[in-house]
């Protein structure tokens, strides 16, 4: 997961034990933070996801969890199952902290393509959203979350 790194995404690792407090320190100064309700991480003070979408634009930062991870590409699966929300949830909010098992993470694209349920909805990250225009300026955060932080939690 250490190429998700090259797409300006911040990855950490840690223990199982560490879980909770890694997610308060990816959060930072995130006041307003929605969690799905099935997630099993600990997160104070979390809100459960109830929004409508123009909510969700309110809410500073959201934890979820992930279906796979790709190490060759540094992409980060959700197939929207459980720990993971529905897929307003991860893309609205500017701060998208999500957290991966390393028993997750796989090597490449046709592994992952294995691993998931082709019925299931799937959004796969590469980074935070960032867009070019004509010119190569890049735009981050304009159909997805600005900030993206992969926890990856090792035994």
């Not at 911040?10 to 959060?27: H, K, M, P, Q, Y």
């Not at 100064?29 to 409508?52: C, E, G, K, Q, T």
């Not at 897929?87 to 796989?106: K, N, T």
């Amino acid at each position: 997961m250490a190429r998700v790194a090259d797409y300006r995404a911040t990855v950490t690792r840690c223990a199982a034990a560490e879980v909770a407090a890694t997610i308060r320190a990816a959060l930072g100064d995130a006041r307003r933070v929605v969690v799905p309700d099935d997630l099993p991480y600990l997160v104070d003070d979390a809100l459960i996801d109830d929004f409508s979408p123009s909510e969700l634009d309110t809410v500073d930062a959201v934890v979820t969890a992930a279906a796979v991870g790709i190490a060759v590409t540094g992409t980060i699966v959700l197939d929207h199952g459980p720990g993971q929300g529905r897929r307003a949830l991860s893309l609205v909010p500017d701060r998208h902290v999500c957290v991966v098992r390393e028993d997750q993470i796989v090597a490449g694209v046709p592994e992952a393509v294995a691993w998931l349920d082709p019925l299931r909805p799937q959004t796969w990250i590469s980074g935070p959203s960032a867009t070019s225009d004509i010119e190569l300026n890049r735009v981050e955060g304009v159909h997805g979350p600005r900030q993206l932080h992969v926890i990856v939690v090792g035994p």
